[in-house]
């Protein structure tokens, strides 16, 4: 990752962001200690349309130290990138070689199977979806998969639903241990309760949360009262452009300052202007408001 100083005098594009002149105001730029956690990015719209080694290589002058590849599952637009659970082994082993001689790390395959369905046989067919990417995470070296609850489906009796995505968590999360991956669900807007009540349901220790950065987060402007519901179980968090989304992210970030979070914060939207000038701000505005 590069150090505030060196990016700060080096790159002249980034100086003019609106990010970076509020950021540098009144602050003296001296190397920080460091948040304990780090910076990605999340593909999907962002690198819809680059291949790897052309996402790896503007992430890596971009001072970004991880990446979540989104897949083409469901997305006729497709992820050019091609991590798929699809490609042989021989593919797999490429990725697996050109991440461990990068400077950003692999870290979750952005997988869109849900298990909020009504149907057995649904389900059944979800939770073997994403056990197929727990083996690809594996053998690319990922350190997880990311899956998602996406609305309640139609079954009346919200507890039913909560419960069966727990179950469906425990025989992924249970699947994926022996292999060395995690499992994140990103939740939405199913409500905070149930997202706790899924996670206690699963039980294991590598079934977490990715936390998605949504206005139902907050309670009067602050997202204290989520964070302290859920936080115990956030491995992941997805992050937005500010000025685009407003989000109370200073205190969030201090939240897991506080709770000496470790994970990553995964930039997650479209670039605005010039792909590599857009994520060299992003990375100053990041660096700025996670220092404390």
Known sequence: MIGRRDFLSGSAAALTAPWLAAASAGRAWAAPAGPGFHLGCVTHTLFAEYDLESIIKILEGAGFEGVELRT?????????????????????????????????????????????????????????????????????????VKV?????????????????IGECLHELGAYAAPKGVNIYLEFHDEGHQEDKQMMEIAGLKNVGLTWNSADADMVNG???????????????????????????????????????????????????????????????????????
Not at 86 to 97: D, M, Y
Not at 254 to 265: E, N, V
């Open 72 to 144: 083409t599952t469901a997305s006729p637009a497709g992820q050019k990138h091609g991590v798929e659970p699809s490609i042989n082994q021989a593919e797999r082993a490429r990725v697996r070689k050109r991440f461990e001689s990068a400077k950003v790390k692999l870290l979750t395959l952005g997988s869109v199977c849900e298990f909020q369905s009504a149907d057995a046989a649904e389900r059944k067919r979800q939770v073997a979806t994403g056990k197929t990417y727990v083996d690809l995470a594996h053998d690319v070296g990922a350190t997880g």
């Open 148 to 164: 998602r609850p996406y609305g309640w489906g139609t079954e009346p009796d919200h507890q039913v639903t909560t419960r069966h």
């Open 222 to 292: 602050s997202v204290k009262e989520c964070w302290d519901m859920l936080g115990p179980w956030v491995r992941m968090a997805h992050i937005h452009d500010p000025k685009a989304r407003p989000y109370p992210y200073r205190e969030l970030f201090s939240l897991m300052h506080a709770a000496k979070f470790t994970g990553y914060t995964l930039y997650e939207g479209p670039a605005q202007g010039k792909i590599e000038e857009f994520l060299k701000s992003y990375q100053a505005w990041w660096v700025e408001t996670t220092t404390f």
